[in-house]
Nanobody
Framework: QVQLVESGGGLVQPGGSLRLSCAAS????????MSWYRQAPGKERELVAS????????NYADSVSGRFTISRDNAKNTVFLQMNSLEAEDTATYFC????????WGQGTQVIVSS
């Protein structure tokens, strides 16, 4: 059974940083690409960043490129999202995602960027 558990969200001031983690289990983590999505209130869920199974290829939404970094530790079955220079527009619930024989989501972790 695929399980994804996000953590690391919270309240941060504009310009601040947060590091999100997603602990994965129930599948062979090192063989799957992983992604982070976010959903702001009243908006559709959007792709933020993705990383290949080995970590050598990454992709970012234009809105976060240069500020966010996705990485993974295959020994610990964990994917990370380092978020720097946070803006109010980054306020959202952030979700971890993997596509195995279906699309699997964690419960999300809330990020609020506010002064």
């Amino acid at each position: 059974q695929v399980q994804l558990v996000e953590s690391g969200g919270g309240l941060v001031q504009p310009g601040g940083s947060l590091r999100l983690s997603c602990a994965a289990s129930g599948f062979l983590f090192s063989t799957y690409a992983m992604s982070w999505y976010r959903q702001a209130p009243g908006k559709e869920r959007e792709l933020v960043a993705s990383i290949s199974s080995g970590g050598g290829r990454t992709n970012y939404a234009d809105s976060v490129s240069g500020r966010f970094t996705i990485s993974r530790d295959n020994a610990k079955n964990t994917v990370f999202l380092q978020m720097n220079s946070l803006e109010a527009e980054d306020t959202a619930t952030y979700f971890c995602n993997v596509r195995t024989f279906g699309s699997h989501w964690g419960q999300g972790t809330q990020v609020i960027v506010s002064s």
